[in-house]
């Protein structure tokens, strides 16, 4: 068995290499994520990696229901070591002694520096709780703001932030567009992807065929993205 990588678009994957005396290629996901590539000893590199992309998005599933398994039942700490998402990428988490409560980004980490114990669970929750959403606030706006230049619409609707369960964003008759906080996780690029979805829908109210002609107008990558929203967050 060796460890091998396998490069896809954006994605990049480690995964386990086993050449036997079978005739057949098969393909393992394990609990711990583990990804298991058994193959005849004469099966080429090229074949792999052929056989990989096939299986791409299945493997993609795989993983992702894995982690939403694991995020499910190992519950955040919220102690250093411990990683948090942020604009589409992954920081680890330090907490340290301070003499205020602050939150800040710092040398590739998320540095809490709180008043309590370090492990104060429950206070570290609340202070970085607080800083998403004003990240969401500062960030979501801002995007917003460049997004709504790609239309010429009379009037520019009114942004909130409201938590929805199933929904990234959601555009009310009203003249509103909410943005789901969670969002904040994701990078911009999928940031601008919801927030013209939502905009979108201020032209066709429904997911007809010149909806889409009207997305892919405003986003040509729309799909691209949607799709890396689904996998890494779903």
């Known amino acids: ?105 710092e040398k590739g980490r998320i540095r809490i520096e709180s008043t309590k114990k370090l492990d104060n669970a429950a206070h570290n929750r609340k202070l970085l709780d607080l800083w998403y959403q004003g990240r969401a606030e500062a960030v979501f706006n801002e995007r917003y703001a460049l997004m709504i230049k790609k239309f010429n619409y009379d009037f520019v609707p009114t942004l909130a932030i409201r938590q929805m369960e199933k929904r990234w964003g959601s555009f009310l008759v009203k003249k509103k567009i909410l943005l789901n906080p969670e969002l904040i996780k994701a990078s911009k690029e999928c940031i601008d992807y919801v927030i013209t979805h939502e905009l979108c829908h201020m032209k066709h109210q429904n997911h007809s065929a010149a909806y889409f002609r009207f997305l892919r107008s405003k986003c040509p990558n729309w799909e691209e993205l949607k799709e890396k929203l689904e996998l890494r967050f779903l």
């Open 1 to 105: 068995m060796k460890q091998e990588c396998f490069l896809y678009g954006d994605y990049s994957y480690q995964y386990y290499l086993v050449q036997q005396d079978r005739k057949t290629v098969s393909l393992t996901v394990q609990p711990s994520l583990n990804i298991i590539l058994k193959c005849p000893h004469d099966y080429s590199s090229p074949h792999i990696e052929k056989f990989l992309k096939r299986k791409w998005h299945w493997m993609e599933r795989q993983l992702r229901d894995l982690r939403r398994f694991q995020r499910k039942t190992l519950p955040k700490e919220y102690i250093s070591g411990e990683a948090f998402l942020y604009l589409g990428r992954l920081y680890k988490l330090v907490v340290c002694k301070g003499r205020a409560d602050v939150v800040k980004i």
